[in-house]
């Protein structure tokens, strides 16, 4: 009887995580690697996350940011932490590149000077 519980409860998690992982890429849910050099800016729709994977950037709007991970709001010239997530909370300008920068983005974004 346990056994067979076990088999049950495998496959139906099994197909939840395949539900899941299908939804969240039907709705654009994957992060998308953006390069910048020194001096470019990304603007970001308000929702949209930012995860610093190498390089130096700072915040460039005051509040726009929310450091997820560090639990706290960044104030412009901050400077953002490798690996931590951040969420834009008002569209705008929201990160400047002082050097080579690759993020990850959710959401809408552009590059620009």
Known sequence: LQSKFDAQLKT????????FVGAVSENGGGFT????????????SAGSEILLVSGS???INPGTLSDVTGGSSMDAGADLQANHLYIVSS??????AADDVTVMVRGTATVGK
């Open 12 to 19: 139906s998690q099994e197909e939840l995580q395949a539900s």
């Open 33 to 44: 690697s953006v390069t910048m050099t020194s001096g470019q800016s990304l603007t970001c």
């Open 57 to 59: 950037a700072q915040a």
């Open 91 to 96: 569209a705008g300008l929201a990160v400047t």
